[in-house]
């Protein structure tokens, strides 16, 4: 019996053999599925990359434009979130895979597919990501993995194609392997394999360096969301195409790390990602002038863990869920404007406003505008320490000298 199979395809060398590979080894109808992230595409656009997947032998070939998507319901919670994977990577790759499953699945009861797959190795995240999800979303379908098991080389690969008559832009000589989003660019392989390497700068195409005059910009906030650039409403998705290209310009928004992957491998990523890291500066700036004390420090404990949950391919899952409650309720009176300088290769906070702000000048001041009781913190302070000061005399001052 032939089995139908939605396949998660990028039009790239692996995703084009895995069509034709489904149908050898599985008796498959091939439904290929592109999703629109914000990647750039080549030469032709999506209809060439539909051709191409039909060309390969699918029965159907699907593009989803899901860049809104990605923005309003991935992007702007990362966000919220401040979420950086081990204090640093601001999940670029993973916040797409979850909107790229969400349609396979869809895709999958449209089309009566009894399976989805998508074209990932056993070393990546992504595997993981793609299988998870879909397992969240969809226990009862199976997930195909052809470039885990087929053993396939890169070369043995494009051999595959031209046998087929697969037609294909790639050459057996690649120098990275780069996937691109609206919220950034990854970049891995090739010299930079070698942690030592410096990357070569023609890795970078967000933040080639091209404005020299320093500049200000404000973004503008409503319940954390950012909703303006000086003055000027912008739906997400613009707000963070445009400052990709302006903080970009000034050579801002580019990491080098080794991180630990899901896997058990530590890995060197090269990442661009200039409106990510700029919005995340704004935003927890923002944070800091308008949530409680005790708010605050919480959140920050538990960012750490919601970032992980992402990366490690849980986004629907219920833990995720639940801080995603939590969150959303300190966003609340995240409502205001930052104000971002940026210098070549710098850019930074200068300035933070917000109407609700819980900074009282009138408090915080040595002039003598100052309305803060200076006589409550004699008693503030001596009850905060009276347990130590008992401690003290009780305890540690009566232990014997050569025992402290």
């Known amino acids: 019996m032939t089995t139908r199979v939605v396949l998660a395809y990028s039009g790239g060398l692996d995703t084009s053999v895995a069509v034709r590979w489904l149908m050898e080894n599985h008796d498959a109808e091939v439904v290929a599925v592109a999703v629109d992230v914000g990647q750039e595409v080549e030469a032709g656009g999506w209809e060439a990359l539909r051709q191409r997947a039909l060309a390969a032998g699918a029965v159907e070939a699907v593009v989803v434009d899901a860049r809104d998507e990605l923005a309003e319901e991935f992007c ?129 195409t967000l933040t080639r360096p091209r404005a020299e005059e320093p500049r200000e910009l404000v973004v503008g906030f409503e319940a954390g969301v950012p909703v303006s650039v000086d003055g000027r409403s912008l739906t997400p998705r613009a707000l963070i195409a445009e400052l990709n290209d302006v903080v970009g310009s000034y050579g801002f928004g580019r990491l080098d790390m080794v991180e630990n992957r899901r896997v058990g491998i530590k890995s060197r990523e090269t990442y661009e990602c200039p409106a990510a890291l700029a919005l995340l500066l704004a935003h927890a700036d923002l944070e800091d002038l308008t949530l409680e004390r005790d708010v605050h420090h919480e959140k920050a404990r538990l960012e750490p863990r919601w970032a992980e949950l992402v990366y490690d391919g849980l986004w629907f899952s219920p833990l995720k869920r639940s801080l995603d409650a939590f969150i959303a309720e300190t966003q609340r009176y995240v409502t205001g404007e930052v104000r971002l300088r940026l210098e070549p290769g710098r850019c930074w906070v200068v300035g933070r406003r917000s109407p ?25 302070v001596r009850l905060w320490g009276l347990g130590v000061a008992t401690w003290a005399a009780r305890q540690e001052l009566a232990r014997p000298d050569d025992a402290r």
């Open 76 to 204: 702007v919670p990362a966000l919220l979130a401040n979420a950086k994977y081990e204090g640093k990577y601001p999940l670029v790759s993973a916040l797409s895979r979850p909107v790229i499953v969400r349609h396979l699945v869809d895709q999958a009861r449209r089309h009566g597919a009894g399976a989805v797959a998508h074209g990932c190795t056993g070393k990546g995240n992504d595997q993981v990501r793609f299988e998870v999800g879909t397992r969240a979303l969809a226990p009862d379908l199976d997930v195909l993995a052809p470039a885990r098991v087929w053993g396939l080389t890169r070369e043995e690969s494009i051999d595959y194609a031209e046998r087929w008559g697969i037609p294909l832009t790639v050459t057996k000589e690649k120098l990275y392997s780069i996937d691109e989003n609206l919220w950034g660019k990854a970049i891995e392989c090739g010299v930079i394999e070698d942690p030592w390497n410096r990357p070569p700068e023609d890795v970078y």
């Open 356 to 380: 609700i702000s819980l900074y009282d000048h009138d408090l915080a001041t040595y002039d003598a505008s100052d309305t803060f009781r200076h006589e409550d913190a004699e008693g503030f």
